[in-house]
């Protein structure tokens, strides 16, 4: 089943967030983590996990540091700050609000 | 990293190509190595097509030269930022020395309209000049001619080749001053031939015209962003 584009680029700043606030990561195993958690549903390119990153980043709802590696490249780290965990609960919030109003209307929720 | 890295021309490509839309170097490298970090990871995690062995990356990439997919990837990459970088260069060669000649262009005939004048013909006033009440107000400090003038005209040339020094700075924020300054002083050019063109239209209108395109295609520059994966 093929799931609309823009749904997936309107929830990637509440998806990352919420993948960040469960521990520090980097762009690949981000992107991994998603693919997994979603059973293969979501899949993010880099054309859009770097931007989106990037944007959180620029409004300090998470914050970026650079791991040496012995004989690897070095590797970008993310991880949430306060203020993207209280964003976090919001985004939440306004998901599940959202996402039941969806379904009522649907006739998903019984 | 350690040893010689094998995408040490994609990075190269990769900072070149980031630094030419207005990235600092550091910040380029920084875009470069994530990036190509994620190619490494993916190649890493098998998602890309890896070489006969299950060495190392580097190994892989390196006696791999031909990975169809990293390869394709990576070029599509290099020749976006090409495309960019060459993009970038006509920009600056189609506004910034156009700018600066319509300048020195617009001062010599300033300057030797002014001389022609001292005939008294009157046939092209190049003072900034008010007639109210049947008296002349002139504004000599806009003027071209006297201490004043020579001030003057030398202080635009200064300006406009300091705006355009830094507007060849490699860090964004000297750009954006620079670029900011030749807005303001072609728009002032604007603006004065604008007034000339209210007495001589035949003359200064066309003038007008040119500093008008100039003022026009300055603020498109202006306005031009990176994109945003290269935005830090």
Known sequence: MSIDSKLLTGSMGLLLLDVLAKGESYGYAITAHVRDASGG??????????????????????????????????????????AGEAELKARQRSWFEFTAGVNGVLGAER | MSGADPLADWRRELIAGVRARGVDRTSAEEIADELLDHVEARVAAGELPAGPSDGSVDEVLAGRPDLAEVAVAAEELGSDLRRARRARRWRDVLTIPSVLLLAFVGLTVWHVSW?????????????????????????????????????????????????????FFARRPFRRIGLAMLVVWALAWFLAAGRQALREPGFFAPIAGLYAVAVLVLLVRWWIRLPEWAER
């Open chain 2, 115 to 167: 001389a022609l004048r001292v005939d008294a013909t009157d046939r092209f006033i190049l003072r900034f000049v008010d007639r109210a009440n049947g008296i002349d107000s002139v504004m000599p400090w806009f003027a071209y001619r006297g201490t004043a003038g020579t001030i003057l005209a030398w202080s635009e040339i200064v300006f406009a080749i300091g705006a355009t020094g830094l507007f």
């Open chain 1, 41 to 82: 549903r979501f899949e993010f390119k880099e054309g859009s996990l770097y931007p989106a990153l990037h944007r959180l980043e620029r409004d300090a709802l998470i914050e970026s540091f650079w791991v040496e590696r012995d004989g690897a490249r070095r590797r970008k780290y993310y991880r949430i700050t306060a």
